[in-house]
């Protein structure tokens, strides 16, 4: 059964500070790797997606992705109180299936 | 304004009256795709669609249905509705799942099954 581990949280951190979100995945024929924000009783809107090893960094988001680990993580600088939601991650292995991880919630305190 | 649209977004049901969610797209994708969401259990791929006429099995496929007759729509049909299926429902639409593609998703219908 392929899969995608999330921590379930929630992940509590002040504001201003770093929020680090962690993702497993156990199936190495993933190719493409995205991360998901969830606020409560909405629909989840894309963040991220990174598909070569490394970072790749987007305003205050930065994802790392390595392969031979099979880790996924996305970081938030400057994390404020509007980043509270839940964080899915998700696994693609480029044949039009997506798994999902079960999320991490996030909680930014003022 | 590019959307994803679901209807109904509640419904309340009885055990084996048949039902069809709908969803509609009007940002031209060719993919689009049900997914199930249940508390501890994440975001599940019920079906999808690579375009018209073109569906497949997601991971959890078992008592639904879909059908793709145009592109835009891609409706989810439960034959014989149970209590399990009781769960929030999202469709989502892409250009299609190349590397960078996103989803993006309905407002979701949240279903109970009585």
């Known amino acids: 059964q392929k899969e995608v581990e999330q921590n379930s949280g929630p992940l509590s951190v002040p504001e201003g500070a770093i929020a680090s979100l962690n993702c497993t995945y156990s199936?190495?024929?993933?190719?493409?790797f995205f991360w998901y924000r969830q606020y409560s009783g909405k629909s989840p809107e894309l963040i991220m997606f990174i598909y070569s090893n490394g970072d790749k960094e987007d305003g205050r988001f930065t994802a790392q992705l390595n392969k031979a680990s099979q880790y996924v993580s996305l970081l938030i600088r400057d994390s404020q109180p509007s980043d509270s939601a839940t964080y899915l991650c998700?696994?693609?292995?480029?044949?039009?299936?997506?798994?999902f991880g079960t999320g991490t919630r996030l909680k930014v305190l003022a | 304004e590019a959307q994803v649209t679901q209807n109904p977004r509640y419904l309340i049901t009885v055990t084996g009256k048949k039902l069809t969610v709908t969803c509609s797209q009007n940002?031209?994708?060719?993919?689009m795709s049900w997914y199930r969401q249940d508390p501890g259990l994440g975001l599940r791929q019920i079906y999808y669609s690579m375009n018209v006429e073109v569906t497949d099995k997601g991971d959890v496929p078992e008592g639904y249905k879909v059908s793709r007759k145009e592109k835009r729509n891609f409706p989810l049909i439960l034959e014989s509705p149970s209590p399990n299926q009781t769960s929030l429902y999202f469709c989502?639409?892409?250009?299609?799942?190349?590397?960078?593609?996103?989803?993006?998703f309905g407002p979701g219908t949240r279903l109970l099954v009585l």
């Open positions: 989502a639409s892409s250009m299609g799942l190349r590397d960078g593609e996103t989803q993006y």
């Open positions: 998700a696994a693609s292995s480029g044949t039009y299936k997506y798994i």
């Open positions: 199936d190495r024929g993933s190719q493409s």
């Open positions: 940002m031209n994708h060719e993919y």
